[in-house]
């Protein structure tokens, strides 16, 4: 079945350490992107990537770093200059169609829980 | 960046009862979608909408997009427990541009 998966679902940090968080499509989708949902919050959008090796800032990109090297792989590294990385970090994917306003509908992966101790 | 005003933040309603939400924005979409999230998932897809003035139905949810274009609103008709959830609705500004806007979500409680 295509989908996208994330993993792990839960994970543990210690203060100080990064950590790399896994998303994986074979939906074939060109952009995916990073969010971060704290409780009671919405999405905030950390990073995304439109096309393998390019991937640009949101609104919240201190403290972490991305690389798309495949188009299927896009991990997220959340770094120890995060000052406050517990959080939900919610992974999607969208196709890509220049010039065209349809079929713009983002998909999301079942969410990384992560937790500073 | 562009904001997406979401409202009501929460609301708790009778099973059976019918469920308006709404999203406005100062800014035009050429895209709205709705989302519904459970407790510790992953959003996902409910309607997505492509034209002004376009009004699109999925099982119980009905949702318009705005002739503005700023708005865009979702309707849940004689709700069940399991609609239970948090509601989003996301915005995509134009060709383009790939980034979805989010709104805060709307908190929805069913009583039985």
């Known amino acids: 079945d295509g989908g996208i998966t994330q993993s792990p679902k839960y994970l543990f940090r210690k203060e100080g350490q990064n950590v790399t968080l896994s998303c994986e499509q074979n939906?074939?989708?060109?952009?995916m992107y990073w969010y971060r949902q704290d409780p009671g919050q919405g999405l905030r959008l950390i990073y995304y990537?439109?096309?393998?090796?390019?991937?640009q800032k949101g609104d919240i990109a201190e403290g972490y770093s991305v690389s798309r090297e495949k188009k299927e792989s896009f991990p997220l590294t959340v770094t120890s200059a995060q000052k406050n990385p517990t959080a939900f970090y919610l992974c999607?994917?969208?196709?890509?169609?220049?010039?065209?306003?349809?079929?713009?509908?983002?998909?999301f992966g079942q969410g990384t829980r992560l937790t500073v101790v | 960046g562009q904001q997406l005003n979401q409202s009501p933040q929460s609301m708790f309603i009778q099973e059976g009862e019918d469920v308006s939400m709404n999203c406005t924005s100062s800014?035009?979409?050429?895209?709205w979608l709705w989302y519904k999230q459970d407790p510790g998932e992953g959003p996902v897809l409910l309607i997505a909408?492509?034209?002004?003035?376009e009004l699109t139905s999925n099982g119980r949810l009905t949702a318009q997009f705005g002739i503005t274009r700023k708005d865009s609103f979702l309707n849940i008709s004689a709700s069940i427990p399991s609609d239970v959830g948090i509601y989003f609705c996301?915005?995509?500004?134009?060709?383009?541009?790939?980034?979805?806007?989010f709104g805060k979500g709307t908190k929805l409680s069913v009583i039985p």
């Open positions: 990537s439109q096309i393998v090796n390019d991937f």
């Open positions: 909408l492509y034209k002004a003035g």
């Open positions: 800014s035009i979409f050429n895209t």
């Open positions: 996301a915005g995509v500004s134009g060709a383009g541009s790939y980034q979805l806007t």
């Open positions: 939906l074939n989708h060109d952009a």
């Open positions: 999607a994917s969208s196709i890509l169609l220049l010039f065209r306003t349809g079929n713009t509908e983002a998909f």
